[in-house]
């Protein structure tokens, strides 16, 4: 395709005027002149200022599971704010909501509503606090939790140089600005690190109230939970009395229609989830067993927000948790991803590239190295500039994964054969172009 970028510069140049980098979130910033300022999007596709169409697979980062501006979710979020879109009451959407999503969670009996997945998470560790009257959080290097100060920690974007000897790992702050009294805070452990967790939690365990975790690693690759891996982590929070959190922002909804905790049959004492669960409109959820969420209330625990449980998000939410509790969407996604992580894998094969596949259709990474990565640190050591240059010329193709190999591939109901069959081909052309072959 002839990929003309005229309209889209001007464009990032006016951006950067108002707004720093010309973004509106740091992880949007590809760097000066390799941004895309978007016009539309529709279905699989999204198009930018210039005209050119590509297939999506960041999806919004996730959040896209029917496809962009899928009609159903659409109409039912139009027709309901046709009624007011937020009221100080509560409202019927919500108790719909969370009855869905307490039929479909196995561990859920009950929500609070919140707006993105980070207020989620932040809400949960408040939770998990005042209900074990602790305060330091386990969590696990590579993931990512929200933007809030506590959990910028050791997350996909600290340097793997920076988190110390994996026996007794450092908490790596991610940004400038966050105080220091919040390090202590924070125990790191090594994703996937069976010994270190242990000895970890028999050292700790009488300061910790959380264990949080990605039962994928969906900031860094979709590196997979090793068998046994997350059964441990409910068997030491059961034994010294820790809320076993499970972050489902990115799993939820998309890998299972009861998420991780159906896929892996592990239930957590709290989950959260966001993305999905409104296919792109903006809404969270908190939830887990009655008697943890039973801490939340006035003069126990804090929680609240304007916009919480608000009709735009609510309503999005009914009718994609609807359409996802039927269960054929997740089958398709299933299908073209399986079809990609394939097709993906032979040619890389074919090209000689040492490669791994990791994750599940629905989301899934790709790590350029010889040993399978089972955690962030062994990610870093993959070729990530090589795949870096792959996807640059695959998004010039008409494909967009991230170019920045920690980020899964999304895959959509809305992605096609045809699409999955045209990316391929893409990709092919991508290799060569990146390997000068
Ligand atoms: N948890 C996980 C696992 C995530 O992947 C993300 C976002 N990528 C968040 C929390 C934060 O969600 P949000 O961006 O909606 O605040």
């Known amino acids: 395709m002839t990929h003309v970028t005229q309209k889209t510069d001007a464009f990032f140049e006016r951006a950067r005027q108002v707004m720093p980098f010309g973004v509106a979130s740091n992880f949007r910033w590809w760097g000066d002149g390799h941004d895309i300022g978007v016009a539309r999007a529709e279905g699989a ?4 200022l210039d005209g050119n169409r590509y297939i999506d697979y960041r999806l919004g980062f996730g959040p896209v599971i029917l496809g962009h501006g899928y009609p159903a979710v659409v109409e039912r979020v139009a027709e309901a704010i046709k009624n007011g879109t937020i ?6 959407l919500e108790v719909k909501v969370a009855e ?7 561990g859920v009996d009950m929500v609070r509503f919140a707006n993105s997945g980070g207020e989620a998470t932040m809400h949960s560790l408040r939770i998990a606090r005042s209900h074990t009257g602790r305060e330091k959080i386990v969590k696990f290097e590579g993931q990512y939790h929200g933007m809030y100060d506590y959990m910028l920690f050791s997350t996909a974007s600290s340097p793997a140089s920076a988190l110390g000897h994996r026996r007794s790992p450092i908490p790596s702050v991610v940004s400038s600005g966050i105080p220091k009294a919040l390090h202590s805070l924070v125990i790191p452990v090594p994703f996937n690190d069976f010994e270190t967790l242990e000895r970890t939690v028999r050292q700790t365990w009488s300061d910790v109230a959380a264990i949080i975790v990605e039962p ?3 900031n860094a690759a979709s590196i997979m939970p090793q068998p046994g891996w997350l059964e441990l982590i409910r068997d030491l929070c059961d034994e010294y009395g820790i809320v076993m959190i499970m972050d489902e922002v990115k799993t939820g909804f998309r890998i299972a229609p009861g998420g991780a905790q159906e896929f892996f049959g592990v239930i957590p004492d709290l989950v959260t989830y966001a993305k ?3 296919n792109g409109f903006p809404i969270a959820v908190i939830g887990g067993k009655r008697e943890v969420m039973g801490s939340v209330g006035p003069g126990r625990t804090a929680h609240g927000g304007t916009y919480c449980g608000n009709v735009v998000g609510t309503a999005a939410a009914d009718a994609t948790l609807e359409i996802i509790a039927r269960g054929d969407v997740l089958k398709t996604i299933e299908a073209r991803g399986s079809a990609l992580m394939q097709g993906i894998s032979r040619v890389l094969t ?3 590239i040492a490669h791994h596949v990791l994750g599940v259709p629905a989301m899934f990474g790709i790590a350029l190295c010889e040993e ?3 955690d962030y640190r062994a990610w870093a050591q993959a070729d990530n500039d090589l795949y870096e240059r792959i996807v640059m010329a695959l998004v010039r193709n008409g494909a967009v994964p ?7 591939w999304f895959v959509c109901a809305a992605h096609t054969e045809q699409d999955v069959g045209e990316t391929l081909s893409y990709f092919e052309d991508a290799v060569k172009v990146a390997t000068g072959g």
Do not use: Q, V
């Not at 009221?87 to 019927?92: D, K, M, P, S, Y």
């Not at 869905?100 to 196995?106: D, S």
């Open 100 to 106: 869905r999503i307490a039929h479909m969670c196995p």
């Open 276 to 278: 999905a669960m409104g």
């Open 45 to 48: 596709y999204f198009w930018d």
């Open 216 to 218: 994928i690693l969906g």
């Open 87 to 92: 009221f100080a009451f509560t409202h019927e």
């Open 402 to 408: 991230d170019p920045d190999s920690r980020e899964p």
């Open 350 to 352: 074919a090209a000689g």
């Open 372 to 374: 399978k990565p089972t």
